[in-house]
């Protein structure tokens, strides 16, 4: 469960979302400039709030009122930019561990080699970033936040570096992860057609403001 009630300016712009959501895939939705980044950037933490909460699973991360601001590092929080940011001197296998080791948790061998099948990236272990596709390297940055066991997965924009291509050859395994990783996920976009393919429920943004909040159906 995500619950989000918070205020933000920035500069000229103002943003007030209030939204609670249980979907696998959250989808916030608008036009360039509506908000969604600046939302998803509260919900890890790299923004704070001027005024509001933000709940996390039960777990408070954000309560202006109270003084409580939790530091993205202990939020359990995955995150999926819009260019993958692999380690170029490292390679996949190397990529993949980062999260687990910068989180300190121990090998779960087991794990690794379910997300490595879900992402089918197994011939890509021993291969530096430089020599992936951009739909490829996005499937190594996936598995990157999924092995470092977060509660929620945050993806800004995850597509909207690469060509059509690429795009039709990532977008089944964001489903697969909507169906078979079991890590609920807030994914920026602003291609309805994407969403409508990958989210269960919609917060559509317009100017800072939630518009309409749904099933899919919100985007017709």
């Known amino acids: 469960m ?33 908000g969604k980044s600046s939302l998803i950037n509260m919900i890890a933490g790299l923004l704070r709030p001027d005024r509001g909460t933000i709940v996390i699973d039960g777990d408070v991360v954000d309560d202006i009122a ?18 993958a940011r692999l380690f ?4 996949v296998a190397q990529n993949l561990d980062y999260g687990r080791r910068m989180n300190r948790l121990a090998p779960d061998a087991a794990q690794r080699a379910r997300v490595v099948e879900l992402l089918d990236i197994g011939a890509l272990l021993d291969r ?7 739909g ?34 990532i977008l089944p395994y964001l489903v697969r992860l909507r169906d078979e990783a079991n890590v609920p996920m807030v994914y920026v976009s602003h291609d309805a057609a994407e969403l409508r393919q990958l989210a269960t429920q919609i917060v559509m943004l317009r100017q800072g403001r939630v518009t309409s909040f749904g099933g899919v159906k919100v985007l017709t």
Do not use: C, M
């Open 2 to 34: 995500l619950r989000v009630d918070v205020e933000k300016q920035l500069g000229e712009f103002s943003l007030h979302a209030t939204f609670t959501s249980e979907g696998r895939v959250t989808g916030l939705f608008g036009a360039s400039g509506a």
């Open 66 to 83: 109270a003084g409580i601001h939790v530091p993205t590092w202990r939020r359990r929080i995955g995150y999926v930019f819009q260019d």
């Open 88 to 91: 170029p001197h490292l390679d």
């Open 128 to 134: 530096r970033p430089g020599k992936l596709s951009g």
């Open 136 to 169: 490829e390297r996005q499937r190594v940055a996936l598995g990157r936040a999924l092995l470092s066991k977060p509660r929620l997965l945050l993806l800004d924009e995850p597509l909207g570096a690469l060509d059509e291509a690429r795009k039709l050859e």
